[in-house]
Every structure is written in C-alpha cells, then in structure tokens.
Antibody, heavy 123, light 105 residues
C-alpha cells in the first residue's frame, strides 16, 4: 500500500522559513516523480512544485519560484521542500503527491496523496 | 490551460444522477483527471485520461470527453459520494485544477 506521510508544518512568521518532509513507502520511490500540491483554507488545489525520479529536474509554480526549493533523498525514500521568505498567502495544507508514471519527470497525474501538513504564516 | 468547472455546487439526493463539467480554455487531448475530496481529507484520484477508472473506484463513476469539455458522471448517487470534486489537466505545464464542485444533500 502506498503511503506518503508529510511532516514539518507549523506556525511561522512572515519572512520566515520552514522545511517540509514527506516519507514514502509501499512503492519504488526512486522510480517516481513526486510533487507538492497545496490547498489554502476553504480554497481549491494549487500545484506548487515537483521533482523527477532522479532529482535532476525540478518544477516550480511562479508563485513560489525563487523562494521554495524541492529536493529528494532516494536512499531515505524522502522528499523535502525548503520554504523561505514565507508570505501570508503561503498558508495552506501541503500535500505530498506521487506521480502515476514510473520514470523521469512524470506526467503530472497525481495518483496518490498524503494526508497533508498545515503551514500557517501569521504574525 | 485554464479549467472552468461547473457548477460550483449542487444539491442532490441519494439515487440521483449527477453531472459535473470542466471546460478547457484551449483544445486538448484527454489528459484530464478527476479527484474526490471529503471534508478534512486528502483528495483521492477517481479517473485519469478522461475516462479511465482508478482501481477500486465504483463503476457508478464515469468520465467522458467531447472537444474541450470533460464530464464526470455519478449514476445513482450514494451517501458516501457527498464531497467536493475537482478536475485537473496534465496535458501542459503547469498542471491546473478546476475550482471544484461541492455535491451536497
């Protein structure tokens, strides 16, 4: 069974930093692109960032480019996102999501989702 | 590609047939998925490639495509189907979601 477990969320002040982690199991982690998708309170879904299976290719939404850095450690089956210069509008539940395709940068079909971790940016 | 989803909400009864539509802002192939989200839960994938059912998803869910319009249909709505549904295109980067449809009793 695919499991994606996010951690690292919490309350942070505007301009602050936070690092989220996603621990994966139940599939060959090193074969799949993995992504972050977020959902602001009471709002819809927004793509944030993704990384290819070998970590060589990364994608960022314009709203986070230059502030967020995605990375992965295939030896630990773990995905990360370093979030800097956080803004009020970054407040959301952040979901770790497994890409359907088992190679390369994926196809951006989000087959499996973690339960999410809440990031609150507030003074 | 923008995905315009309608309606934003609907009221239905158990046993009803429900149809939700997403219209793409430009012509595209069938790289569309549908997700179901229940309150305080993560989204769950239902359909991919516009009409292919994910494993374990009941057959009362179906998807179809016609030009730029993509449709999710639920035949004979069940109590556990009351949720919010999202479409998503993955034909072009960035992947984008529709605004969601809340299916209420």
């Amino acid at each position: 069974e695919v499991q994606l477990v996010e951690s690292g969320g919490g309350l942070v002040q505007p301009g602050g930093s936070l690092r989220l982690s996603c621990s994966a199991s139940g599939f060959t982690f090193s074969s799949h692109a993995i992504h972050w998708v977020r959902q602001a309170p009471g709002k819809g879904l927004e793509y944030v960032s993704g990384i290819s299976s070998n970590g060589g290719t990364t994608h960022y939404a314009d709203s986070v480019k230059g502030r967020f850095t995605i990375s992965r450690d295939n030896s630990k089956n773990t995905l990360y996102v370093q979030m800097n210069s956080l803004r009020l509008e970054d407040t959301a539940v952040y979901y770790c999501v497994k890409d359907w395709l088992n190679q390369g940068a994926g196809i951006f079909y989000f087959e499996s989702w973690g339960q999410g971790t809440l990031v609150t940016v507030s003074s | 590609i923008q995905m315009t989803q309608s309606p934003s909400s609907l009221s239905a009864s158990v046993g009803d047939r429900v149809t939700i539509t997403c219209r793409a802002s430009q012509g595209m192939n069938t790289w569309v998925a549908w997700y179901q989200q229940k309150p305080d839960k993560a989204p769950k994938s239902l359909i991919y490639d516009a009409s292919k059912l994910e494993s374990g998803v009941p057959s009362r869910f179906s998807g179809s495509a016609s030009g730029a319009d993509f449709t999710l249909t639920i035949t004979s709505l069940q109590p556990e189907d009351f949720a919010t549904y999202y479409c998503q295109q993955y034909e072009t980067y960035p992947p984008t979601f529709g605004g969601g449809t809340k299916v209420q009793i």
